[in-house]
């Protein structure tokens, strides 16, 4: 039988307790000011025409994400923005051929000769069977979950994501005008 805890064994888990609390306390997010660096959303309109995918000469590498290789062929995803091109089957000497637009893309996948990218919640299937002319193949609209309501970052000021304003498909660093949230 365990005997019950006197007043001096009490006092001892009390100030225990009061130590402990004491360690964490999380800051509070400090205090915006007029203009301010943070993340603006980036949304496509809902009701608007499909994007279009569109081949633009090559663009410079900003953002780069995943990396597929296809007979001698680099196709790199640019986060939010498409897929770069490069003929590598010279590595000493490689060559962008182009920049396929793509809003809103963050992730792709290849099966075959088939590369499966996102436009935003759309999935797009390109034929890349000719890597020098790449083409659409199909569109499944709407069938992929929304981005994030918040940037990846923390401890960053943001514009709050608006679901008004269309379907939020990225973030974008931005100079804020009294930004109301923080992560």
């Known amino acids: 039988m365990n005997a019950p805890l006197f007043p001096r064994q009490w006092l001892a888990l009390l100030l225990v307790w009061l130590l402990l609390d004491g360690c964490y306390h999380p ?3 400090p205090e915006p000011t007029d203009k301010r660096n943070g993340y ?3 949304y496509a309109v809902t009701n608007a025409p499909l994007p279009t995918i569109a081949t633009l000469p090559p663009q410079p590498l900003q953002k780069p994400g995943k990396i597929y290789v296809r007979g001698g062929y680099l196709l790199i995803n640019e986060q939010n923005r498409g897929l770069h091109v490069i003929d590598n089957r010279d590595p000493a ?3 962008a051929l ?8 963050y992730d792709m996948a290849l099966k075959d000769t088939t590369l499966y990218v996102n436009s935003g919640v759309d999935l797009l299937a390109l034929n890349i069977s000719d890597p020098t002319h790449i083409r659409l193949a199909k ?5 992929l979950p929304a981005v994030d309501a ?3 970052a923390t401890r960053v000021w943001f514009e709050c994501a608006d679901p008004a304003k269309g379907i939020l498909i990225g973030w ?3 100079q804020l005008n009294d930004p109301k949230c923080y992560r």
Not at 98 to 105: A, E, Q, R, S
Not at 139 to 143: I, K, Q
């Open 27 to 29: 800051s509070p997010p």
């Open 40 to 42: 603006r959303p980036v």
């Open 93 to 95: 000497k490689p060559v």
């Open 98 to 105: 182009g920049f396929i637009d793509i809003p809103g893309n």
């Open 139 to 143: 569109r499944l609209g709407n069938v």
């Open 150 to 152: 918040f940037p990846a």
């Open 172 to 174: 974008e660093p931005a």
